[in-house]
């Protein structure tokens, strides 16, 4: 398997502009997860999905942050408008749903710049 | 809902010494405790995982120790390499629940 697959690897955009992150989890797992990786303020857990529903989205920042799960293999996290403090790492990751699936496999990251 | 405390946030120790990275977390009802690896500019990966139901784990030179009655994890190194110079972070996941709440990492640098 390829892993958790995401898009872009890098970006840099400048303020005010929309980000999209895409993520396409392992085939066959069923719960993904958006996380942000700052110095300040380490791994954060933005949202996370089972069976493409949204079942905790208490981590996303602000109004400006926005995730969707439109099907199994697909996820995106949105930033409109972007701001410099949005810049960041966010990693998306995934897991079995079953009790034999504890670990969580992350994708190579989204790192995030915006000027 | 769950808190998890890590430290130190840096630890340097000589090539070949041992490395101590300790977490402590807040919710009784946890039961899953993964330690993850992240080398500058990768993404984070497993290296070792412990259950409620076990107080410790080995895996060659890296172990994890478990008290559940304290609420508290180890994670040690022994015989450390250069190779093991990374960010480590340990978890916590509630019985039942999908998400993993990290603490925030431990910055292990071995000095040759």
Redesign the interface.
């Known amino acids: 398997d390829a892993g958790v697959i995401q898009s872009p690897r890098h970006e840099v955009t400048e303020m005010g502009q929309e980000v999209t992150l895409r993520c396409k989890p392992i085939s066959g797992h069923n719960?993904l997860?958006w996380y942000r990786q700052t110095m300040m303020r380490?791994?954060e857990?933005l949202i996370?999905f089972?069976n493409n529903v949204p079942?905790?989205d208490s981590g996303m920042p602000e109004d400006r942050f926005s995730a969707k799960m439109p099907n199994a293999s697909f996820s995106t996290l949105k930033i409109q408008p972007s701001e410099p403090r949005d810049s960041a790492v966010y990693?998306c990751a995934s897991?079995t749903?079953d009790s034999s699936g504890?670990?969580?496999?992350?994708?190579?990251?989204s790192w995030l710049t915006v000027v | 809902g769950e808190n998890v405390e890590q430290h130190p946030s840096t630890l340097s120790v000589q090539e070949g010494d041992s490395a101590v990275i300790k977490c402590t977390y807040s919710d009784s009802a946890s039961n899953?405790f993964?330690w993850y690896k992240q080398e500058l500019g990768?993404?984070?990966?497993?290296i070792i995982?412990i259950?409620s139901n076990v107080g410790e784990k080995k895996d060659q030179r890296i172990a994890v120790t478990l008290n559940k009655t304290a609420k508290h994890f180890s994670l040690h190194i022994t015989e450390t390499q250069p190779e093991d110079s990374a960010v480590y972070?340990c978890a916590a996941?509630i019985q039942g629940a999908?998400?993993?709440?990290?603490?925030?990492?431990t910055r292990l640098t071995i000095n040759p």
Do not use: A, H, M, W
């Open positions: 719960s997860f380490g791994l857990l996370y089972n079942i905790d990693f897991r749903g504890n670990t969580i496999y992350f994708g190579e990251g | 899953y993964p990768k993404r984070p990966q497993l995982d259950r972070f996941r999908q998400k993993l709440v990290f603490g925030q990492g």
